[in-house]
């Protein structure tokens, strides 16, 4: 039988959000090993994240993913995807997820949405490219201000 890359795209991700799940439940960054994620991305994948967000930039490989998730676990204490909604799939599929955050610097708690494009690719993520709807708010609450143009 052959899995058609609809269906590969959405039981990759439907497993990698599943390990992360487990992987934030035995500690997360710098507790628990990302081994539990790494099935799901490619050895070369990409992770672009918006410049301005304390965890710019961009992430690449497995140790790069290893980074950002100690990155996230510097900033965020609670990191929940409370929803999530796949608006599109095949080999680039585009999830919609509703976030609950607390940031570490300051105590604040933020609802807000990610749109992601996650390209996926002989059944392991190649790329992922996060969209955030208002950065500076995430910013703010993280005890920082983004640079205006």
Same mark, same amino acid.
């Given at each position: 039988?052959?899995?058609?890359?609809?269906?590969?795209?959405?039981?990759?991700?439907?497993?990698?959000?599943?390990? /992360?799940? $487990?992987? !934030? &439940?035995? %500690? =997360?960054?710098?507790?628990?090993?990302?081994?539990?994620? @790494?099935?799901?991305? *490619?050895?070369?994948?990409?992770?672009?994240?918006?410049?301005?967000?304390?965890?710019?930039?961009?992430?690449?490989?497995?140790?790069?993913?290893?980074?950002?998730?100690?990155?996230?676990?510097?900033?965020?204490?609670?990191?929940?995807?409370? /929803?999530? $909604?796949? !608006? &599109?799939? %095949? =080999?680039?599929?585009?999830?919609?997820?509703?976030?609950? @955050?607390?940031?570490? *610097?300051?105590?604040?708690?933020?609802?807000?949405?990610?749109?992601?494009?996650?390209?996926?690719?002989?059944?392991?993520?190649?790329?992922?490219?996060?969209?955030?709807?208002?950065?500076?708010?995430?910013?703010?609450?993280?005890?920082?201000?983004?640079?205006?143009?």
């Amino acid at each position: 039988m052959t899995i058609s890359p609809t269906t590969d795209s959405v039981t990759v991700l439907t497993g990698m959000y599943a390990a /992360e799940a $487990e992987y !934030l &439940a035995a %500690g =997360g960054p710098g507790e628990a090993s990302f081994d539990l994620l @790494a099935p799901f991305f *490619a050895p070369n994948v990409v992770l672009h994240q918006a410049d301005a967000l304390p965890y710019g930039g961009t992430w690449r490989g497995h140790d790069g993913m290893t980074r950002f998730f100690l990155a996230m676990g510097r900033v965020w204490e609670r990191f929940d995807m409370v /929803e999530q $909604e796949f !608006l &599109a799939t %095949g =080999g680039t599929a585009v999830v919609l997820t509703q976030v609950r @955050a607390r940031a570490r *610097a300051t105590g604040r708690e933020l609802a807000f949405p990610i749109l992601q494009t996650i390209t996926v690719e002989g059944g392991r993520i190649t790329e992922v490219r996060p969209f955030y709807w208002d950065t500076q708010a995430v910013a703010d609450a993280c005890g920082g201000s983004l640079p205006t143009s």
